[in-house]
């Protein structure tokens, strides 16, 4: 089936530790991005990328790094400036910019 | 920025009931679009409506741009439509990004 997948569900971050979150996608489609969401809030989007090895910051990318190597995959490192990274992340695809978004189920992180 | 503001930003419902959510911007938009998120986080888009109306099955959209707002109709409401309903624009000086509200959250009850 095509769609977007996350992993993992749920991870945990030690003090000073960098973690990276896994978004695939076989839509084919060419812009991904990456939101964080907190409790009882709307998405803010932290980086995005319309075509490979090309990509943007967003409103809250501080903190924040990623990588677009291949179209499929566009994974997101939180690191160990991020000092509140506790919150759900989602990737989300689609086809060009300025169409559809399609979700993936998502990452809870939290600090141990 | 362009700011999205969604009213209510709660909601409860019976069973059985319609309602309408409101999703107003300020400034002129190229895309707009309706999501759902259920309670375990999963986003679905529902419409994408810059612009017009729009249905599917119980859900219906409507787009006035050139009032800067929109409205989605939920008709008969199901204890599966609870969850928190989001509106998102794109404006042409932020093409490839869009602005989130901060959602309605929304509870069918039984």
């Known amino acids: 089936d095509g769609g977007i997948t996350q992993s993992p569900k749920y991870l945990f971050r030690k003090e000073g530790q960098n973690v990276t979150l896994s978004c695939e996608q076989n839509?084919?489609?060419?812009?991904m991005y990456w939101y964080r969401q907190d409790p009882g809030q709307g998405l803010r989007l932290i980086y995005y990328?319309?075509?490979?090895?090309?990509?943007q910051k967003g409103d809250i990318a501080e903190g924040y790094s990623v990588s677009r190597e291949k179209k499929e995959s566009f994974p997101l490192t939180v690191t160990s400036a991020q000092k509140n990274p506790t919150a759900f992340y989602l990737c989300?695809?689609?086809?060009?910019?300025?169409?559809?978004?399609?979700f993936g189920a998502g990452t809870r992180l939290s600090v141990l | 920025g362009i700011q999205v503001e969604q009213s209510p930003p709660d909601l409860i419902l019976q069973e059985g009931a319609n309602s309408t959510l409101r999703c107003n911007f300020s400034?002129?938009?190229?895309?707009l679009q309706w999501f759902h998120q259920n309670p375990w986080g999963q986003l679905i888009n529902l419409f994408y409506?810059?612009?017009g109306t729009k249905q599917n099955g119980r859900l219906s959209a409507t787009t006035v741009a050139t009032e800067r707002y929109s409205l989605l109709y939920i008709s008969s409401s199901q204890t599966t439509d609870s969850g928190v309903y989001f509106c998102?624009?794109?404006?042409?000086?932020?093409?490839?990004?869009?602005?989130f509200g901060a959602g309605t959250q929304v509870v069918v009850t039984p």
């Open positions: 409506i810059p612009s």
């Open positions: 989300a695809s689609t086809r060009t910019s300025g169409h559809i978004q399609y």
């Open positions: 998102a624009v794109m404006t042409t000086d932020s093409w490839g990004k869009l602005q």
């Open positions: 839509l084919n489609h060419d812009a």
């Open positions: 990328s319309q075509i490979v090895n090309d990509f």
């Open positions: 400034d002129s938009v190229n895309n």
